[in-house]
């Protein structure tokens, strides 16, 4: 099983920024799907972004322009670079990992189809 570590997250203010890493013991270039999720408190668990077979990530439309997803195969390593953060961006954020793609040739958006999922970074945004 693939083990995959959050880091970077932490507490910080409306409009500040964050970056949050996630690194993989399974080398990144061969990962087909990455994919970053959050849960904030109390809400279910949601997509935030998929990078797949290393094309131009796609993510959740109400996140565009705030959130980018990339990797650095180099060190195994996927990112989410978070700007402009709100107090609604605060969650518990998870990368997960599959090396295979779904069945359509694409990558799922719910964690629960992601076999590898790493065990979270915290993010709170206060106003």
Do not use: H
């Not at 970056?19 to 399974?26: D, H, I, T």
């Not at 849960?39 to 797949?52: D, F, H, N, S, T």
């Amino acid at each position: 099983q693939v083990k995959l570590v959050e880091s970077g997250g932490g507490s910080v203010q409306t409009g500040d920024s964050l970056r949050l890493s996630c690194v993989s013991s399974r080398p990144t270039v061969s990962t087909y799907c990455m994919a970053w999720f959050r849960q904030p408190p109390g809400k279910e668990r949601e997509w935030v972004g998929i990078i797949a077979n290393d094309r131009t990530p796609t993510y959740a439309a109400s996140l565009m322009g705030r959130f980018t997803i990339f990797k650095d195969n180099t060190k195994n390593t996927l990112y989410l670079q978070m700007n402009n953060l709100k107090p609604e961006d605060s969650a518990m954020y998870y990368c997960a990992a599959d090396d295979r793609a779904s069945p359509s040739g694409g990558c799922y958006t719910f964690a629960e189809n992601y076999p590898d999922l790493g065990q979270g970074t915290q993010v709170t945004v206060s106003s």
